[in-house]
Structures are given as structure tokens and as C-alpha cells.
């Protein structure tokens, strides 16, 4: 098939606009005349969710069976580039299973908020963490001959009102923080697909907005697959294909295509777009498989997702080190909460996988515990939220008599989900009231938690000695916790979000989810971790954050610089050793941040810039290389356009976490330095701050016979009291030196 153009100039208007929608609720558009084939896509950020073929389905239930992975927040608290890639490959084989050419995922929205419904589906509050992982799971996938589409491009932070809102973002926020991981991903793993978001981004929805579809995607970013729309996104198709968006799904039939056909009729729409987008339809249709794929292996693909949960478990805190547990025969276990027993694994909506298997704790542990150790269950409480004073007092009563007590808390299914934010990070009542009364009754609780979001700790995790950190872990998830909590499996897992204190630290708390329509991204690029390190706030947990059976130690930092910024080749290698100091192989994720103290414009204290998870048997050294660039220490400057480099003093730090920094240096870095444009409207101060500027303002308003500067420049105290005023304003004050006509000389000269 020639979808460069073959193709295409053999088409009727009518059969390209046709191809520009879908043809039904999961499938393109055929042209049966010219052999093109329907293409069949399907939800699968962490497994397939394929819909039977009989019907056109539009429910969340009854999908063909299918390997139910982590979900994105495990996958993204595992920093593990491999692991990832994996899971991202066993996704692929299962869609060429079940004759699937797109997968719609991988989710790598930026977790601005805890409250965000959706936080399930994406990695981090990091764009570099989901950047990385984000391009390892869509280079996993398309290894076996399917494509992903990354979604949601951009600035989908929330689900209220998800499909009307307009984030209100500075260009610098967007650069820096809602579009660097997208930029990641699409440079580095070429996904097949984008698919853009439901909101509007600055009053201009994201499936009409060129200067996101086409500006930055392709032509800044060489993009050169499929734009796609999120499922309903799409309200003016002709506004939309000019955006540069190809594919409309679902399809508005009679409507859409009858639209792009009258647009192009009447001239309003160029043919030559219309053309343009039918072309890549035609090139993801010859990408696309053309048979299925051999049935994949439930089991092998069952003990991935279980080795990636337990990849992704972060074990918070281990007073006395309580865990791994080691019950002697005769002792007794008590396993106390209902998500032991019903496991939650997954989020709900669009991603939700009718699993091959499910997996509970409960279950697991009793397999795993060594001959001669009871282990007794109690519910505890409901998951309805509603107070059982029974199954309370029988939990206390089990805790009591207990000689190891692990508590299963959680988010029910309700509380968290596609469609609706959360309105706070609290547990159910039941739940936190319950805890301190089994600390009462036995001091070494061991708490589990599963949940899709950050939920608030400082109110009760003083009654717990240990507390592990399970997220919505898959069909596995209940093994997984099993394996950690026993020892099997030394937790490696790091936080990709901040745990917060309480609500309203969080740096977007007075700006979510907005008001009549919108939303003001009033932090900044101040986001997660950058807004609370900015502001010297305490966290319960920071980024970065996660214990180990093992302990690590650092040494031996070294850094060289290489090249220039000036010449565009510059490199800044850094170097470490890690040591495993203790008694078990363990992983240690080391990380490096960057910090920029001195700039024009207000930066992060740090900033992540790169990350390895390596693994270490005890007494094992290793040395540990990092490479930044130019664009590592750079900022978006959109006084500049463009991402600029400020020379000076930049801060290195490595560490196991945002606030467990182990090594730390500085490095001075030489760059061209930062001239403002000079026009009419610049300030004075920014002229005298220009050196082609500054020289001819004195030559203009020239000196006395002492030498001495005149007008404006003669008085100190003046030029402070309006060194911000735009030299057009100044020119109206007399005495000053410069006239109208003066600064009309002053702009022509310094533009020559």
C-alpha cells in the first residue's frame, strides 16, 4: 500500500473524508474498493480491555479475558526502565492475540493534583520519571508490531469537567512540566499514535488547537504518526483537521464526513490538509497487522505481572525493622482488613481488564507461610464505608490474641475513578477509626495499602510500625504483596509522587479543579515535589522515598564537563559508587538532581534529571554514570522562545531521594549570556542591562562637561524609582534626556 500518495489521489472526497473517522466505536474506516482495512483499537494503558467483536460496545464490562498489569501509579513507583519494558512487550502480544493494531495507552499525564480521579492511569508528578517510563512502555509495546497512542495530550490533570475546562497554563509550565514526558516519549520510542485530550488548553480545545497538534508535535518535535482523538472529543471536525488531528473517534457519521466533504467543496479547507491526514490513516492501516497473533501464555505473563507489582511495592516505613516477617511454628499471623481478602488491583472505567486470574493476599500468604504458623482472618470492616461494630471488635479481639498482625487498608472502587476527582486523601471512616484500637491490642501492626492515589498518613500512621505502600498493584497484586511482606522479594519500589501532610499543602490546593470552566495553573512549574521543596514544607513521604531490607552507601562523586554551551556540545558526565552495606541483594533507585539557585526567572530547588535502579548483592560495589546536556540545565523562556541555558553556578546532588540527598557538588557553566530584546516598550533597566543598549543610551543622552552622565542617567535614585518603566514612557518626561524622536534612533540603531 503507497500511503504517500497512491493511494490518496485515487480517493473520492467523500471516501477521504470517511477515512478521517472512525467506522464505528473501535475500528477506522475500510475503502474495500482499494484494499484498505479496518483498524482495530482498544483501551490498554495496563492491559487489553477488546471488546467482543459481536456489537458495537461502548461498557466497561465484558471484555475478552486479558493479563491485568500494575496500573500506571505501581508501574511508575517501580523506576524500573526494564520492567517496564516488559510489561510494555507482553501488552503488545496480547493485542496481536486478539487482532488489535492500537493500543490506547500508555497514560502520561503529570499527577498536578492528589485528587485527580484518573492518577491510577499515569506515572508520576515528574515528567521526567514519566517520560522515561512512559517511552520504555511504548517501546515495549510496538517491539511486537502494534502501535500505542500516548494520551492525553495535554495539561489532562483532572475530571472535572474534563471535557469543557480550559487550563489556564503559562507557556513555561507547559514546556517545562505538561509537555517534557510527551516530548520524551515521542522523540525517543516514535509512538504510531497521539491521542489529544478532552480539555481546552487556554480557551482552545485540544483536538482544535494547532499550535499544540502541529507546532509543537510535529514540526518542533518531528511527530510523524497519527493524531487521534480522545472518545468524544472532537465539536468542530473541519476546526480539528485543520489542528491537524486525522482521526475522529467515535465517529460523528453523516456529520463529520459530510462537514470536511462541504468544507473542501466550498474552499474553506484546503484540500491538500484533508489529503495530508488521510495519508497517515493510510500509513497506520499498512503499519497495522493483518492477521492475529498466536494465543499468548496466560501463566507466563500472570508471574510478569506478579514480579513487576512486587517491583513497584514501596515499603514507607519498617520501625525496628517489624518486616520482612519471620513467623516461628506456633506463632500466630492475623490477617485483618477485606482487601486481603477482596482484592482491589485495578482503577475503574475506560481501562478496566476482565483479568485471565485474580490473586488475593490472603490466599497467598496462607500458601506461603512455613509449616506450624497459624494464620486467622478478620474483614474488619465493610467496603461500603459503613461503621460494623461486629466484625471491629472481632478484628481487635484476633489482633489481641495475635503474635504478627497485618492490617489491609485501602480506597474502596467507589471512592477513586475515571469521570470524578476525589474531593480529600482520607481513608474511610471505618478504616482510620479501627486502626488505633488494633494498636491498642497489639504495637507492631504491619499496614498494607491499596489504592490508586496518594492517601493522607499523618493523622494515623503512628499506630503503625510498618507500612507498605501496594498502589493498585494488578491481578497479581495479592502474590506480590505476599512475596515482599515474607521476604521473598526485597521492595525496591520509590515514591513517584509525593505523600503529602495533609491537603492543603499541595501546591495546586487553591487552584483545583477550577471554577466555570476553568482552571488556573497557578503554582507554575512548581509541581509535586518542586512545590513543596520551594517552600521549605514538611511531607509524610518526599519523592523519590522507599525503604529496602538492605542499606545502601555512596561515595566517590565525581563530575567532568565536556564541550560548551556555546558551541551546542555540552556534557556534564557525573559518577558514584553505591554499596550494598547490607545482609540481602537488594535494588537501590540513585538519583540525580539538578538546581539552578541564581537565574533571571524563579526555578526548583531541584529538579530530577536522571535515575538508575541497579542491583546489588551485599558487600557489592558499583559505579553509577549519569550524562546531562545542555538541555538538562536549561528553562523555557518565553521572552526568548526557546529553552535557554543561564550560565553560572548549577547545584549536583545524588541521592535516595528529593530529601535524602547522599553526595552533592556544584559545577560552573560558562553560556552566552542572556540579552533581552530591545524595542520601544523595553524597560530602561533592560536597555543598560544590553551592552550594544546601554552604549548607545549614553551616547543619546550624552555627558556634562565633567564628564558626568545627563538626564535620566545623572540620578541613582531615579533610575531605581523608574528603571521598570518602558524607555516610550520615559520619553514624555521632561529633562530626562530622551524624546520620541530619540527613541525611534535608539531602536533603529541597536537594530542594525
Not at 148 to 173: G, I, M, P
Not at 418 to 447: C, K, M, W, Y
Request: glycine share 10%.
Amino acid at each position: 500500500m503507497d500511503a504517500d500518495g497512491g493511494i490518496v489521489g485515487r480517493l473520492t472526497v467523500e471516501e477521504k473524508a470517511a477515512l478521517c473517522l472512525g467506522s464505528d466505536f473501535w475500528h477506522t474506516a475500510a475503502v474495500e474498493r482499494l484494499g484498505v482495512p479496518a483498524v482495530m483499537l482498544a483501551d490498554g494503558p495496563h492491559g487489553m480491555r477488546r471488546q467482543p467483536d459481536e456489537g458495537d460496545h461502548v461498557g466497561i464490562g465484558g471484555s475478552l479475558p486479558a493479563t491485568c498489569f500494575p496500573t500506571a501509579s505501581a508501574l511508575g513507583s517501580s523506576w524500573d526502565v526494564e520492567v517496564v519494558r516488559r510489561v510494555g512487550a507482553a501488552i503488545g502480544v496480547e493485542a496481536r492475540a486478539q487482532g488489535v493494531a492500537v493500543v490506547l495507552g500508555p497514560g502520561i499525564n503529570i499527577k498536578r493534583s492528589p485528587l485527580c480521579g484518573r492518577n491510577f492511569e499515569y506515572l508520576s508528578e515528574d515528567p521526567f520519571v514519566s517520560g522515561v517510563l512512559g517511552a520504555a512502555l511504548v517501546e515495549g509495546l510496538q517491539s511486537q508490531g502494534v502501535g500505542a497512542s500516548v494520551k492525553h495530550f495535554a495539561a489532562n490533570n483532572q475530571e472535572t469537567d474534563r471535557l469543557r475546562v480550559s487550563a489556564e497554563v503559562d507557556e513555561r509550565s507547559l514546556r517545562e512540566i505538561y509537555l517534557a514526558g510527551f516530548e520524551r516519549v515521542v522523540r525517543s520510542a516514535r509512538p504510531w499514535t497521539v491521542m489529544c485530550s478532552y480539555n481546552r488548553i487556554n480557551g482552545i480545545h485540544a483536538s482544535q488547537n494547532r499550535w499544540l497538534l502541529t507546532d509543537v508535535l510535529r514540526d518542533e518535535w518531528g511527530f510523524d504518526g497519527l493524531v487521534m482523538s480522545d472518545w468524544g472529543a472532537v465539536h468542530d471536525r473541519v476546526a480539528a483537521l485543520a489542528a491537524g488531528l486525522d482521526l475522529e473517534m467515535p465517529p460523528k457519521l453523516g456529520i463529520s464526513d459530510a462537514a470536511i466533504v462541504a468544507a473542501v467543496q466550498s474552499g474553506e479547507l484546503d484540500e491538500a490538509v484533508l489529503d495530508q491526514a488521510v495519508a497517515r490513516v493510510l500509513r497506520l492501516a499498512e503499519q497495522a497487522p493483518s492477521e492475529p497473533g498466536p494465543d499468548f501464555d496466560v501463566a507466563e505473563h500472570h508471574a510478569l505481572a506478579r514480579e513487576a507489582a512486587a517491583a513497584s511495592v514501596v515499603l514507607l516505613r519498617n520501625d525496628d525493622a517489624v518486616l520482612p516477617l519471620e513467623p516461628a511454628a506456633g506463632e500466630l499471623v492475623a490477617v485483618i482488613g477485606e482487601f486481603a481478602r477482596s482484592a482491589r488491583y485495578q482503577g475503574a472505567g475506560s481501562s478496566q481488564v476482565n483479568p485471565t486470574r485474580v490473586e488475593n493476599a490472603l490466599d497467598e500468604l496462607r500458601a506461603a507461610l512455613p509449616a506450624g504458623v497459624d494464620l486467622e482472618f478478620s474483614a474488619g470492616f465493610t467496603l461500603d464505608a459503613v461503621e460494623d461494630a461486629d466484625l471491629a471488635n472481632e478484628a481487635v479481639d484476633l489482633a489481641a490474641r495475635a503474635d504478627h498482625v497485618l492490617v489491609f487498608l485501602g480506597l474502596p472502587a467507589a471512592d477513586e475513578s475515571e469521570g470524578f476527582d476525589r474531593t480529600h486523601l482520607d481513608l474511610p471512616a471505618n478504616q482510620l477509626a479501627l486502626l488505633p484500637r488494633l494498636a491498642t491490642a497489639n504495637s507492631r501492626l504491619i499496614v498494607v495499602l491499596s489504592n490508586g492515589s496518594a492517601v493522607r498518613l499523618s493523622t494515623w500512621e503512628q499506630h503503625a510500625a510498618a507500612l507498605v505502600e501496594g498502589w493498585l498493584g494488578g491481578q497479581a497484586a495479592g502474590g506480590a504483596v505476599a512475596d515482599v511482606l515474607l521476604g521473598t522479594v526485597n521492595p525496591s519500589g520509590r515514591l513517584a509522587e509525593t505523600l503529602p501532610l495533609r491537603l492543603e499543602d499541595t501546591p495546586s490546593y487553591l487552584n483545583f479543579p477550577g471554577e466555570h470552566g476553568s482552571v488556573r495553573y497557578g503554582e507554575g512549574v512548581f509541581v509535586g515535589y518542586r512545590g513543596y521543596d520551594a517552600l521549605g514544607t514538611e511531607v509524610s513521604y518526599p519523592f523519590g522515598h522507599g525503604l529496602s531490607y538492605t542499606t545502601f552507601a555512596y561515595d566517590a562523586l565525581d563530575v567532568s564537563v565536556t564541550g560548551s554551551a556555546a558551541d551546542g556540545d555540552l556534557g556534564i558526565n557525573l559518577s558514584c559508587r553505591v554499596t550494598n552495606t547490607g545482609e540481602r541483594t537488594g535494588h537501590e533507585v540513585v538519583q540525580l538532581y539538578v538546581g539552578d539557585p541564581v537565574a533571571q526567572v524563579r526555578r526548583p530547588v531541584r529538579e530530577l534529571k536522571g535515575f538508575a535502579k541497579v542491583s546489588l548483592d551485599p558487600s557489592e560495589t558499583l559505579k553509577v554514570d549519569f550524562t546531562l546536556t545542555s538541555r538538562d540545565l536549561s528553562y523555557w523562556s518565553s521572552a526568548h522562545g526557546g529553552w535557554v541555558l543561564e550560565g553560572g553556578t548549577f547545584e549536583l546532588a545524588v541521592g535516595a531521594s528529593s530529601r535524602d540527598l547522599r553526595l552533592t557538588t556544584s559545577i560552573d557553566v560558562e553560556a552566552p549570556p542572556l540579552l533581552p530584546h530591545l524595542d520601544a516598550m523595553a524597560t530602561l533597566e533592560e536597555w543598560l542591562a544590553h551592552p550594544a543598549g546601554a552604549a548607545a543610551l549614553r551616547e543619546l543622552v550624552g555627558v556634562d562637561a565633567d564628564g558626568n552622565p545627563r538626564g535620566i542617567l545623572a540620578d541613582p535614585g531615579l533610575l531605581k524609582l523608574i528603571g521598570n518603566f518602558p524607555i516610550s514612557s520615559i520619553a514624555s518626561f521632561p529633562g530626562l534626556g530622551l524624546s520620541p524622536d530619540g527613541v525611534d534612533q535608539l531602536v533603529e540603531k541597536v537594530a542594525n
